[in-house]
């Protein structure tokens, strides 16, 4: 069975107290996702890095503050969840994809599907399970879960690994991961 891990928008805007949105509690994350990055890297199990990277005034500001805009300090990821071997697939229809370590997935609306292209990689990776973690669990997690759960994939989130804006609707975002056949998972099962 082949897996493929995939890290949800850990973005510096995301993970860290001082970004523009910041997920409580997010920054503890931090060595838990690089060793699940690094442990995909030394396992050939290729990892998809899903990042937000807006323009200026993409409609998703009228419900959020600004955040993860394209060229800022904050929309990076930190280095140590960086592969050396990566690439980015951008949104222009037809961007070049490579099959990378590291694939960067760029979006500018919480669900990754929004990429254009994103249905296109999951076709070239052919694979049957997701392992996915990161930020937040109420939203961009739950959008790529669930979207790669209708996409007819197995799907593993990583319980220790994810943080959510509300704690209570991660809570509920995992109740509906479930209900449509997700698995939960932890950090140490995983990287068994
Ligand atoms: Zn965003």
């Known amino acids: 069975m082949k897996t ?3 890290d ?6 995301f993970l860290f107290p001082a970004g523009a949105l910041y997920v409580p509690g ?4 931090l060595p838990a996702i690089t060793h699940l990055n ?3 890297a030394s396992h050939g199990i290729p990892l ?3 990042t937000d990277a807006h323009s200026e005034n993409d409609p998703e500001f ?3 503050p600004p955040h993860c805009v394209a060229g800022t300090a904050g929309q990076l990821k ?13 949104t222009r229809p037809g961007s070049t994809m490579e ?6 997935v760029e979006k500018q609306a919480l669900d990754v599907f929004t990429n254009p292209n994103f249905r296109a990689l999951l076709d070239r990776l052919a694979a049957d399970r997701y392992v996915v973690y990161g930020v937040a669990t109420d939203y961009c997690v739950r959008c790529a879960a669930l979207g790669l759960l209708g996409a007819g994939k197995r799907v593993a989130v990583v319980t220790d690994a994810i943080a959510a804006v509300k704690a209570q609707d991660g809570a509920r975002a995992l109740d509906e991961i479930t209900a449509q056949g997700g698995s939960l998972t932890t950090v140490g099962d995983v990287t068994r």
């Open 78 to 90: 930190p280095a140590a969840t960086l592969l050396e071997n990566r690439s980015t697939l951008g």
């Open 8 to 13: 949800v928008d850990t973005q510096i805007d």
């Open 38 to 40: 690094h442990f995909a």
């Open 99 to 104: 099959l990378t370590a590291q694939i960067v």
């Open 62 to 64: 009228q419900s959020w």
């Open 4 to 6: 493929v891990f995939v």
């Open 26 to 29: 997010a920054e503890r994350l």
């Open 48 to 50: 998809i890095s899903t």
